[in-house]
């Protein structure tokens, strides 16, 4: 029987003009795929978390912006330039936090460019020499670099928090940084799924994660269906459960990682992150540099989502569950301090601390 690990989180199906995803928040129930051809629909489907997880936001992106450039009607490159930016920035204002949403598009937008000077297609270079279509090709295939890319990185990401990992550990994550938050293995769980691939013997704990529960829906499913010994459990059950001694190292991935190593990740992880120092359980952050913003000094500077009141009160229940008019606190995603983080592991190593230092020698050597 097919499991949810043999479906491509993201897919462009070119000959229908459509993204393919499968429906997120409709797991472990139903595994739906769901076609996403205009901008409305992939706009919606980013902030409805039917798509979701920085680096798989960040390929959806990259094909969105493809499909809806592909019939594009510009008869000048300053005209495709212009629809493109607009569609882009359309994008861009789906969810704020995850770094990947920006960065895909941006790529998308310099490769254009780029190509264009070369191929000497601006107005500077004269009329005539535009070439639509050539462009539009272009777009298509940095749009599926970039997904072959994040399935590159990820396996190296799981390389490197591989070392990290010895037979008969307890390792803890929080939220879903899996295949489903990525394009194969996951940033947090690569690691896993090559240690069990290795035979390793390990345990995994998931953080139910409150208010979305992507460690129950999409963590607890994915592990299990792979055959990994997984166990589920509360989000406020973690530091009890760190006290039993039954966590070695916990792993979790990031939707944007500050120049400073201050880390943003799905709300409770800095709760986790905490705790773990309390009780002397090394931390890693599993990052692809494309979540490295080195543009954002400190944690201080991310924008942090704020999400609606009815995911707390009453998501998931058969009738709400909180007093009518109360008022609700639901940011998507809190700040990890980087004095709290053992290592950030990424596609090229596992940086350690002073993270200023280790990310600002990482991006010179890139
Ligand atoms: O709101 P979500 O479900 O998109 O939040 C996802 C996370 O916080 C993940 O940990 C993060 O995007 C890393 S995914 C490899």
Not at 189 to 196: I, R
Not at 313 to 339: L, Q
Request: glycine share 8%; aromatic share 8%; hydrophobic share 40%.
């Amino acid at each position: 029987m097919k499991s949810i690990l043999d479906y491509e989180t993201v897919a462009l199906v070119d000959e229908d003009d459509a993204i393919e995803i499968i429906n997120q928040t409709l797991l472990p129930g139903k595994t739906e795929m769901i076609r996403l051809r205009t901008g409305e629909e992939i706009w919606n489907a980013i902030y409805l978390l039917q798509v979701r997880g920085a680096p798989a936001i960040g390929v959806a992106a990259g094909f969105g912006l493809y499909i809806l450039m592909k019939h594009s009607k510009a008869e000048t490159f300053s005209e495709f330039m212009t629809e493109l930016k607009e569609k882009s920035d359309y994008l861009n204002s789906s969810r704020p936090t995850a770094v990947n949403l920006s960065w895909a598009l941006k790529r998308m937008e310099a490769h254009v460019v780029k190509v264009a000077k070369e191929r000497r297609m601006t107005e500077e270079d004269g009329a005539g020499s535009f070439d639509r279509d050539a462009l539009i090709t272009e777009m298509r295939e940095e749009s599926e670099r970039i997904k072959a890319e994040d399935i590159d990185v990820c396996r190296r990401i799981g390389e490197n928090g591989l070392t990290l990992i010895k037979d008969g550990f307890g390792l803890l994550t929080h939220c879903n940084a899996g295949q489903l938050a990525t394009c194969k293995y996951g940033t947090a769980t690569a690691p896993m799924y090559l240690a069990h691939e290795k035979g390793m013997n390990i345990r995994v704990y998931c953080d139910e994660t409150r208010p979305l529960l992507q460690g129950a829906r999409l963590t607890a499913f994915e592990l299990q269906s792979a055959g990994i010994d997984t166990t589920l459990l509360c989000d406020n059950m973690s530091a009890s459960l760190m006290k039993t001694g039954a966590i070695d190292a916990i792993f979790v991935g990031c939707d944007r990682v500050a120049a400073n190593g201050d880390a943003a990740n799905k709300i409770g992880t800095s709760v986790v992150a905490t705790v773990a120092k309390r009780y002397g359980i090394p931390f890693y952050v599993c990052a692809p540099t494309s979540t490295i913003d080195i543009n954002t000094n400190t944690g201080d500077d991310i924008k942090i989502e704020q999400r609606k009141p009815e995911e707390v009160t009453e998501m998931w229940y058969k009738e709400r569950m909180a007093p009518e008019g109360v008022k609700v606190y639901n940011p998507a995603f809190d700040v990890t301090d980087n004095e709290l983080i053992t290592g950030i592991v990424t596609e090229f190593g596992v940086l350690r601390a002073p993270y200023d230092v280790s990310i600002a020698e990482l991006f010179d050597r890139m």
